[in-house]
């Protein structure tokens, strides 16, 4: 199987998989989940890595890249950290009271 | 020393494949509040397993500029979470989706000018870079529209659909002509500012009540973009984690669509709230309005209160004092609720963050479907800053704009009372026959400065 072909297959399961598991995700929650999503996304990062550690990474590939770690940098850290804020937040009974 | 191509293909792919996984529970786990915390520490195990996995493969060798991008990357991401106000979450999401797409979009620049590929990859890249461009552009205007920097009306002008279809075309147009003759690289800029100026023309003509709808879409438009650059790198990790993004900002776009009976195209295309303004502002019925302190002993003497929140509640910050408000009446025996539309707000579940931040219990926050059969037994149903959710007129009148759209049905209360600064029609344009209603109070004023005086009120005649 060519590469590309098994990588088309990952997708269609992914996205599937991704489908089910989203539904089940309480309206409650949705806009963690989307901080959470948005930081799982920042993946990105993996190739931002690639472009700027190659040794023979031209000057553009190095800026470009420098500037996608950056910003993928932001976003895991920023992404997860407010999710956990958030989740944080909910609580099913009042807190105590001092 | 390990091999290092034991380390490339075996190890390696195997710590993808537990990053995947985690990412895929922490997903699972968002399923509920009790695991979600859980679901972030998975994800977050995860990134690290990835991101240590990329540094020790034997291509990567400049950690030099990796090193500084990393630390200024966590120097600007900690204050942006923890500094963050709650009501500005909506903005910060549309921040984060053009981050994330200006990376993947730079990425995939990169990628062409250092190896410039042909056919599949080169398809892959070229679906990355319009996807991230766009999206960059797009999730910016957005955020200047949620900041209020841009006007938040939607701006239209005659034949806007057809320059955006046309610029699209073009874009899409030179990106095959890319995919086939990949050396033609004069293109590529021409390429680079069609994405680009197509994603600030997608946002120009959309309103802030369709934001939670199109903070969505760029959200699922993100992660395409990065399962396209798992395609071009040959990276199973990031399809799956794309595919994962996508998919979830897909189905939370439909939800938001359905959740106002509109199809994308018409949210994308339609421009809603421009058509209605002139038809809207000459009404002369007439209204009835009461002073907090009536609002207070009408809602002392009740046994059931729901309350549906809306926009305007996130803009008068009137959240704590809804929550003291709660506190009073749940101690003197009334049962409030909250009823929460899936589109009250600017994005999917800002409510519920807003309400959960106030340390209302997540409980009492119900959805739609499933308070509605509840409201004709409730005394009164209390309206913060929400219009279009509760207007009964998407029941009964068909021709109006929001016609066939769910809502809270807030008129079945026994008596309805409605926060409001004026009588002027709420952000859509469109006249709420809810307020002409003979069981409906308005209560004019500021949302947090009225609930105010109705706790105040409240107390007195705790005391009393």
Redesign the interface.
Known sequence: MK??E???W??ML??????Q???????????????????????????????????D??T???V????????????????????????????????EKK | MIDSGFLNDTIIPGLYMLAAAGFILAIKWMNSPATARRGVIVGEIGMLIAVVGTLLRFEVVNYQWILIAFFLGSAIGVPLAYMMPMTAVPQRTAISHAFGALASALIGTAEYYKTTPSGFTMGALVLEILLGFLTFTASLMAFGKLQEILPTRPITYKGQNFVNLGIFTAAVVIGITLIVSPEMTWLFPIFMGLALLFGVLLIIPIGGADMPTVIALLNSYAGLSAAAMGFALDNKLLIVAGALDGSSGFILSIIMCRAMNRSFSNVLFGAFGQLQVSAATTSERPIRSASPEEAAQILDASRTVIVIPGYGMAVSQAQHKLREMYDVLTKRGVDVQFAIHPVAGRMPGHMNVLLAEADVPYDKLREMDDINPEIPMADVALVIGANDVVNPGAETDPKSPIAGMPIIQAYKARTVMVIKRSMNPGFAGIDNDLYYMPNTLMLFGDAKSFLSSIVKELAAVARS
């Not at chain 1, 992914?14 to 489908?19: D, E």
């Not at chain 1, 089940?24 to 472009?51: K, R, Y």
Request: aromatic content about 10%.
């Open positions: 590469s590309y098994f990588g088309l990952v997708f992914s996205a599937f998989l991704g489908f598991l989203i539904r089940g995700v309480s309206p409650l929650l949705h806009t963690p989940l989307m901080s959470l999503t948005n930081a799982i996304s920042a993946i990105a990062v993996v190739g931002a890595i690639l472009i700027t550690g190659a040794p990474a031209p553009l590939s190095k470009l890249g420098f500037i996608a770690v950056l910003a993928s940098t932001i976003n895991v850290v920023s992404g997860y950290l407010i999710t956990d804020r958030m989740l944080k937040m909910f609580k099913k009974r009042e807190p």
